[in-house]
C-alpha cells in the first residue's frame, strides 16, 4: 500500500458499477412511468374528441329538426363525424389489432382502443393479453312534460365504456 499507484481498484471500480445500475433503475422506472401517463393523457383527449363530435352532430340533427334519426348514431362510427381523423386511427377492427391504436368494430359497434404501455391499467374481464378498452355511442333520453304529459325526448349524447376499466 506504500506504493504511489494511479487508477482505480477493483473495489471502487465494482461499487460505481452498482451505483450506476441503481440509478438506471430508477431512471428506467421513472421512463415507463412517464411514457404511460403520455399514452393516458393522449387517449383521454381522443376520447374527449369523440365524445364533443358525438354532441355536436346530435345538435346538428336537432337544429335540422333530424332528432328522429339520433337512434342511428349509436350504430356509426364515431370517426365519421370528425373533419379530421386521429394519428392513431387504424380503420376497421382487424384479428390482430396493433397496440397504441383506435378501431371501429362494426360487428359490436364500439369504438375500440388497444393499449400499448398498459401497466397501471385494469380491465374488467379482459381474456386475452391485449388491453382493450371499448366504447359504445348512447342516446341518452329523458322525460319531457309535454301539453300536460310525459314524453321520452333526447336528453343528449354519450360515449360509455362497454367494460369497465381503471388506468392507476
Request: aromatic share 10%; net charge positive; no cysteine.
Amino acid at each position: 500500500m506504500g506504493r504511489n499507484e494511479r487508477g482505480f481498484s477493483l473495489l471502487e471500480l465494482a461499487v460505481v458499477a452498482v451505483v450506476l445500475s441503481v440509478l438506471m433503475a430508477v431512471l428506467l422506472n421513472r421512463l415507463a412511468f412517464y411514457q404511460e401517463a403520455a399514452e393516458r393523457a393522449h387517449f383521454e383527449t381522443t376520447l374527449r374528441l369523440y365524445k364533443t363530435a358525438a354532441q355536436i352532430r346530435l345538435a346538428e340533427l336537432i337544429l335540422e329538426r333530424r332528432e328522429g334519426e339520433a337512434p342511428t348514431l349509436e350504430a356509426e362510427n364515431p370517426t365519421l363525424w370528425l373533419s379530421e381523423k386521429p394519428a392513431n386511427y387504424a380503420g376497421e377492427y382487424p384479428r390482430q389489432p396493433e397496440p397504441g391504436n383506435w378501431y371501429f368494430d362494426s360487428g359490436n359497434r364500439e369504438l375500440v382502443y388497444v393499449a400499448n404501455s398498459a401497466a397501471g391499467l385494469v380491465v374488467s374481464g379482459g381474456s386475452n393479453s391485449l388491453k382493450q378498452l371499448r366504447f359504445r355511442v348512447k342516446i341518452v333520453y329523458q322525460a319531457i312534460s309535454a301539453g300536460g304529459k310525459q314524453i321520452r325526448g333526447i336528453g343528449g349524447v354519450a360515449i360509455t365504456p362497454s367494460i369497465a376499466y381503471q388506468w392507476l
